[in-house]
Antibody
Framework: EVQLVESGGGLAQPGRSLRLSCTSS????????MSWVRQAPGKGLEWVGF??????????EYAASVKGRFSISRDDSKSVAYLQMNSLKTEDTAVYYC??????????????????????WGKGTTVTVSS | DIQMTQFPSSLSASVGDRVTITCRAS??????LAWFQQKPGEAPKSLIY???RLQSGVPSRFGASGSGTDFTLTISSLQPEDFATYYC?????????FGGGTKVEI
């Protein structure tokens, strides 16, 4: 069974750091891109960022609201994705979900175009930023 | 950045009703659109990808269509377990973006 389990959430003061982990099982983690999505209390879903598989370059993309403060990495040997959150703000308070991404790609004029959609979600971990 | 607008933001329906939710992108996204369902206190669940393709295990009463800027999610006969909030998401262009959600309630 495919599973994603987030951990590392908790209470942090503004300006401090926190690192979330997403531990996977039931699939070959290294073959997949992984995303982070968050949901502030009573609000909708907000895309945070994602990391491609190493085979597709291992590159990352981020939302403007977290760019420069958050970073995503992966350890394929441990089947874990990480979200390093620095310079935390009160508005970062949310449930953080990790998710597995499936790849759609096609070739045109010698170029490869990659698109990723989420198919599996973890249950989430809560981050509260407060003094 | 691409803005995703869903409407209505909420709707009331009964078991057995046909329900349609609309999602509009601020610019064309081809068919790179997904739909998710979220029940209170739970993680989202993936329903649809590529605008109209059902994820594995999703009941056939869920259908979706659209391309470009306008998309719809339809539940052909609402069941008790379908009362939830539904979100669309574009994955055509970074940063990716979600719609604001549509709450389907009794």
């Amino acid at each position: 069974e495919v599973q994603l389990v987030e951990s590392g959430g908790g209470l942090a003061q503004p300006g401090r750091s926190l690192r979330l982990s997403c531990t996977s099982s039931g699939f070959n983690f290294g073959d997949y891109a992984m995303s982070w999505v968050r949901q502030a209390p009573g609000k909708g879903l907000e895309w945070v960022g994602f990391i491609k598989s190493k085979a597709r370059g291992g590159t990352t993309e981020y939302a403007a609201s977290v760019k420069g403060r958050f970073s995503i990495s992966r350890d394929d040997s441990k089947s874990v994705a990480y979200l390093q959150m620095n310079s935390l703000k009160t508005e970062d308070t949310a449930v953080y979900y990790c998710a597995r991404d499936r790849l759609i790609y096609y070739f045109e004029s010698g170029n490869s175009y990659d698109y990723y959609y989420i198919d599996v979600w973890g249950k989430g971990t809560t981050v509260t930023v407060s003094s | 950045d691409i803005q995703m607008t869903q409407f209505p933001s909420s709707l009331s329906a009964s078991v057995g009703d046909r329900v349609t939710i609309t999602c509009r992108a601020s610019q064309g996204i081809s068919n790179y659109l997904a739909w998710f369902q979220q029940k209170p206190g739970e993680a989202p669940k993936s329903l649809i990808y590529s605008a109209s393709r059902l994820q594995s295990g999703v009941p056939s009463r869920f259908g979706a269509s659209g391309s470009g800027t306008d998309f719809t999610l339809t539940i052909s006969s609402l069941q008790p377990e379908d009362f939830a909030t539904y979100y669309c998401q574009q994955y055509n262009t970074y940063p990716l973006s979600f719609g604001g959600g549509t709450k389907v309630e009794i």
